[in-house]
Nanobody
Framework: QVQLVESGGGLVQAGDSLRLSCAAS????????MGWLRQAPGKEREFVAI????????YYTDSVKGRFTISRDNAKNTVYLQMNSLKPEDTAVYYC???????????????WGQGTQVTVSS
């Protein structure tokens, strides 16, 4: 069982940066690939990024490449999403998730956080 708690969301202006954090419970954090997904109002949840278990292997959806960076600190059981050059279309609830499999989407995520709101004003 893995419990995930996101933090770091907020209201920013277009062009600003935010860093989201996701703290995981349990001693098996390093065995999971970790991902970020988001859901905008009236839209389906979409994949944003995923990072491999212990290596720097990552994968991003096209709309965030070059602007977002996913990273992890296994010693702190934490995964991050650094978001730069934010756009109004990045406005969404951002979710952290854990998967036993590292792969491009679709990813079979097993555990989810409760989400953190990111709002980007124009």
């Amino acid at each position: 069982q893995v419990q995930l708690v996101e933090s770091g969301g907020g209201l920013v202006q277009a062009g600003d940066s935010l860093r989201l954090s996701c703290a995981a419970s349990g001693r098996t954090f390093s065995r999971y690939a970790m991902g970020w997904l988001r859901q905008a109002p009236g839209k389906e949840r979409e994949f944003v990024a995923i990072i491999n278990y212990n290596s720097p292997g990552t994968y991003y959806t096209d709309s965030v490449k070059g602007r977002f960076t996913i990273s992890r600190d296994n010693a702190k059981n934490t995964v991050y999403l650094q978001m730069n050059s934010l756009k109004p279309e990045d406005t969404a609830v951002y979710y952290c998730a854990a998967s036993a499999i590292y792969r491009p989407p679709p990813v079979p995520f097993s555990y989810w956080g409760q989400g953190t709101q990111v709002t980007v004003s124009s």
